[in-house]
């Protein structure tokens, strides 16, 4: 099995086609759970994509649709400091992974 670097493999998480679409990956992760301290269920992701965070500066326009639905506030989730990356599953559940837990990227083992 070839070795990648996190870095590289997050690359391969962020690479798009031509149309500017993101690529699907196949994912190999490990679960844990920090507040009980268990975990360890090896999980298979495949065929998903990374899902890009929304932009903050992304001009708000007022249309019929958006003045009549209720504004849902959302917390900023911070994935670069919490080392987080949510990703679409191919029946377009998201899940979200910590990075530091990924084996493997596209069978190409995660290097630490």
């Given at each position: 099995?070839?070795?990648?670097?996190?870095?590289?493999?997050?690359?391969?998480l962020n690479q798009k086609?031509?149309?500017g679409t993101l690529i699907p990956f196949d994912l190999t992760y490990r679960t844990f759970n920090a507040t009980s301290k268990k975990?360890?269920?090896l999980k298979f992701y495949l065929g998903s994509r990374l899902l890009l965070e929304k932009n903050p500066n992304a001009i708000?326009?007022?249309t019929i649709e958006n003045i009549l639905v209720p504004i849902k506030k959302t917390k900023?989730?911070?994935?670069?400091?919490?080392?987080?990356?949510?990703?679409?599953?191919?029946?377009?559940?998201?899940?979200?992974?910590h990075i530091d837990f990924i084996i493997s990227i596209n069978n190409k083992e995660i290097i630490y």
């Open positions: 099995m070839e070795k990648i670097s996190l870095k590289e493999g997050l690359v391969i086609d031509e149309k975990g360890g269920k708000h326009r007022d900023n989730a911070n994935h670069f400091e919490n080392r987080t990356r949510n990703i679409q599953l191919p029946d377009y559940s998201v899940v979200t992974i």
